[in-house]
C-alpha cells in the first residue's frame, strides 16, 4: 500500500488532492447552498494551502539530498505529474469562483499550468512511443497514463473560464483533439494488463472521458445530441469501471476484513474522487435532446444523490489520510 508521503520515491508529487477537493467546490458544493459563500471561501482557502504544501514538496523533491529526483521519476510514474497541471487549473478555476479579487495568483496559475503542460505533454508523447516499443515497460501500463486527457482538457475549462467571451475556439478544439488522441492512443496499452493487474489509476478510463465531455461542452462546438451520446458512453464506462472496483473491494473485505480491506489511505484514490466530481460536473452541463429525454431521471438522480456521495467519499478519505499521517509519524519517532 501506498503511504501518506506526498513524495513518494521515483514518482512525482501528487496534486491529485487539489484536483478531488477543487472540483467538489465547483461542482457538487453548489448543492449545499447555505454553505455556498462562507465555506466556499475557507475552504477554497484550504485547498490554495494544499497546493502551496504540493509546490513545496516539488521544490523539495528536486534539492533534496543534493540530486535532481525528478529526472529518476520513471517512465509509468512521470505520467503523474499530469496532476500539477490539472491541480493547477482546477485551483484557478477556484480562486475565480471564490475569490474573484485574486486575479494576480490566477494569472501565475494559469501560466504555470500552460508551461507545465507544454513540457509535460511533449516528454509524454516521446514517452508513451517508448512504451509503444518496450514489452516490459509496456506491462506495467495503467490509468496514470490518461492524465494526458485529464490535464489537457483541465486548461480548457480554466481558458473558457478566464476568457468566456475571446477564448478562440480554434485552440480550443486543437487541445481537445491533442487530449483525445491521447486517450486513443493510451487506452489499449492499459486495456492489455487489464484484468490482471488492476491499478486504483483505471477510475481515468472514465474520468478523461468526463473531463472530455465537460470541456466540449463548455467550447459548445458540437450537437446536443452527440454531447448526450457521449455522456451515455461515460456513463456506461463509469459503471463498468466502478463495478469492477465493488467486486474488488467485496473480495479484499472477505479476505482482509472490513478495516483491512477498506480503511488503508493510497494517495491514488484522491484521483477517483476526482473523477466522481468530474462526472458530476459534466453530468450538470450535458443537456439532453427531446428523444433522450427519458434519461432525465437519471441525470436528476445523479445530481440530487451525487453531492452527498462526494462530499461522503472526500471526507472518509480525509480520515484515512490524517490516521495514516498519525501512523507514520509514531512510526517514525
Known amino acids: 500500500m501506498q503511504s501518506n508521503n506526498i513524495v513518494l520515491e521515483n514518482q512525482p508529487p501528487s496534486g491529485a488532492i487539489v484536483m478531488a477537493w477543487g472540483i467538489f467546490l465547483l461542482g457538487p458544493f453548489a448543492a449545499f447552498s447555505p454553505l455556498n459563500s462562507w465555506a466556499g471561501v475557507l475552504l477554497t482557502a484550504v485547498t490554495a494551502l494544499l497546493g502551496i504544501y504540493i509546490f513545496i514538496s516539488i521544490v523539495y523533491t528536486r534539492v533534496s539530498s543534493g540530486t535532481d529526483k525528478l529526472s529518476n521519476i520513471g517512465d509509468i510514474p512521470f505520467f503523474g505529474i499530469g496532476t500539477w497541471v490539472a491541480g493547477s487549473s482546477v485551483l484557478a478555476q477556484l480562486l475565480l469562483e471564490y475569490a474573484s479579487w485574486s486575479l494576480g495568483p490566477v494569472y501565475v496559475l494559469l501560466v504555470i499550468s500552460t508551461v507545465v503542460w507544454i513540457v509535460y505533454i511533449s516528454a509524454a508523447a516521446a514517452k508513451l512511443a517508448i512504451l509503444v516499443r518496450d514489452r516490459e515497460k509496456r506491462k506495467q501500463a495503467h490509468g496514470v497514463l490518461l492524465l494526458t486527457t485529464v490535464s489537457t482538457q483541465s486548461l480548457i475549462l480554466l481558458y473558457v473560464k478566464m476568457f468566456p467571451a475571446s477564448f478562440p475556439i480554434g ?10 488522441l491521447f486517450y486513443i492512443a493510451s487506452l489499449p496499452l492499459i486495456l492489455q494488463r487489464f484484468w490482471k493487474h488492476w491499478a486504483n489509476t483505471n477510475c481515468m478510463v472514465h474520468g478523461a472521458l468526463s473531463i472530455s465531455g465537460a470541456a466540449a461542452v463548455k467550447l459548445a462546438l458540437f450537437p446536443a445530441g452527440l454531447l448526450a451520446g457521449f455522456w451515455i458512453l461515460t456513463a456506461a464506462a463509469f459503471i463498468f ?93
Open 241 to 333: 469501471i466502478e463495478s469492477l472496483e465493488i467486486f474488488r473491494a467485496v473480495k479484499r473485505i472477505g479476505h482482509e476484513g472490513l478495516v483491512t480491506g477498506l480503511g488503508i489511505y493510497a494517495v491514488t484514490q484522491w484521483s477517483r474522487n476526482f473523477t466522481f466530481g468530474m462526472f458530476y460536473v459534466f453530468t450538470k452541463n450535458v443537456s439532453l435532446p427531446e428523444a433522450m429525454s427519458f434519461l432525465a431521471p437519471v441525470k436528476n438522480g445523479i445530481l440530487a444523490a451525487g453531492p452527498w456521495v462526494l462530499l461522503v467519499l472526500l471526507v472518509v478519505e480525509g480520515m484515512l489520510y490524517i490516521k495514516d499521517y498519525i501512523v507514520t509519524v509514531k512510526t517514525d519517532a
Open 171 to 180: 485552440i480550443g478544439a486543437g487541445l481537445l483533439g491533442i487530449g483525445l
